[in-house]
C-alpha cells in the first residue's frame, strides 16, 4: 500500500504567487518521521525539511513553511512568492521507527512544480 | 565537495551485459541505502548496510542485483545480464547513526542506467 500520497502531479504557476504542495501520508506506527526534498533537472535529491512525529509545529524556512498536522495525516508544503528557480520535482517521504530498513524513506511519487515568468 | 558521490553519472550498455555503479558516501556515515527512481515515480528502496553488514533488501532486488560495502566505506551496486528493465537512475544515500531525533538521509547526484 502506498504510505505516502501526492495528489498533485504537475503544478504551474506564475512567479510571485504562493503555492501549496499537499502530502498524505499513512502509518501505525506512533513515531516516525516526515520529510521533504527537492530534485531539479540535475538529479539530486536534495533535503528540505525534516518533522518528527512528536513535534507538530509548524516550520517557516524563508520563503518555505510547512504545515504538519497528524489528525488529517498531512504535511504539506507551502511556498510563497515563488520564483523560477523553485521549478523541480518536489518529494513527500516517511520514514517509520519501526521499519525493517534502517529508516529507509518511502517516498510519494512527487509533484513537478513549473513556475513560470 | 563533502557529499555522497556516485560513479558513474551516466552508463549506456547493451542488453545482457554486467554493470557496476559506485558509491562514496558521507565520511562519518555508517548507514549507506541504494534507491532506484524511473521515470515519473518516486525513488524505491533496494537496499542498506549498516556499516560492512548489509542489513535489509528489498524484494525489488533481484538475483542479478548484488551490492556491497567492503570495510564499511564506498559500496559497488552490480547488476548482471541487465536487461531493458533496469533503465533507470540509482541513488545512493547516506545517513550517520541514528540520533534521538531521527535520521536524515542525503543523497548523491544518481547514476543514470540506459539499457539498449
Known amino acids: 500500500a502506498q504510505k505516502v500520497t501526492q495528489a498533485q502531479t504537475e503544478i504551474s504557476v506564475v512567479e510571485k504567487e504562493d503555492v501549496t504542495l499537499d502530502c498524505v501520508y499513512e502509518?501505525?506506527?506512533?513515531?516516525?518521521?516526515l520529510f521533504w526534498y527537492k530534485q531539479p533537472p540535475s538529479g539530486e535529491l536534495v533535503f528540505l525539511i525534516r518533522?518528527?512525529?512528536?513535534?507538530?509545529q509548524n516550520e517557516i524556512s524563508g520563503r518555505y513553511s510547512w504545515n504538519f498536522q497528524k489528525s488529517t495525516s498531512s504535511f504539506n508544503f507551502t511556498i510563497t512568492a515563488s520564483q523560477v528557480v523553485d521549478s523541480a520535482v518536489y518529494f513527500c517521504?516517511?520514514?517509520?521507527?519501526?521499519?525493517?530498513?534502517?529508516?529507509?524513506?518511502?517516498f510519494g511519487k512527487g509533484t513537478s512544480l513549473l513556475v513560470t515568468p | 565537495d563533502t557529499g555522497v558521490s556516485q560513479d558513474p553519472r551516466h552508463k549506456i550498455t547493451k542488453r545482457g551485459q554486467n554493470v557496476t555503479f559506485r558509491c562514496d558516501p558521507i565520511?562519518?556515515?555508517?548507514?549507506l541505502y541504494w534507491y532506484r527512481q524511473t521515470l515519473g515515480q518516486g525513488p524505491e528502496f533496494l537496499t542498506y548496510?549498516?556499516?560492512?553488514?548489509?542489513?535489509?533488501k528489498s524484494r525489488l532486488l533481484s538475483d542479478r542485483f548484488s551490492a556491497e560495502r567492503p570495510k564499511g566505506s564506498f559500496s559497488t551496486l552490480e547488476i548482471q545480464r541487465t536487461e531493458q528493465g533496469d533503465s533507470a537512475m540509482y541513488l545512493c544515500?547516506?545517513?550517520?547513526?541514528?540520533?534521538?531525533?531521527?535520521?536524515?538521509?542525503?543523497f548523491g547526484e544518481g547514476s543514470w542506467l540506459t539499457v539498449v
Open positions: 502509518t501505525r506506527d506512533t513515531t516516525y518521521y
Open positions: 544515500a547516506s545517513s550517520p547513526a541514528i540520533p534521538l531525533s531521527g535520521n536524515t538521509i542525503y
Open positions: 517521504a516517511l520514514s517509520e521507527a519501526n521499519s525493517n530498513s534502517g529508516y529507509a524513506l518511502n
Open positions: 518533522r518528527n512525529s512528536f513535534d507538530e
Open positions: 565520511s562519518e556515515h555508517n548507514r
Open positions: 548496510f549498516q556499516n560492512e553488514a548489509q542489513l535489509e
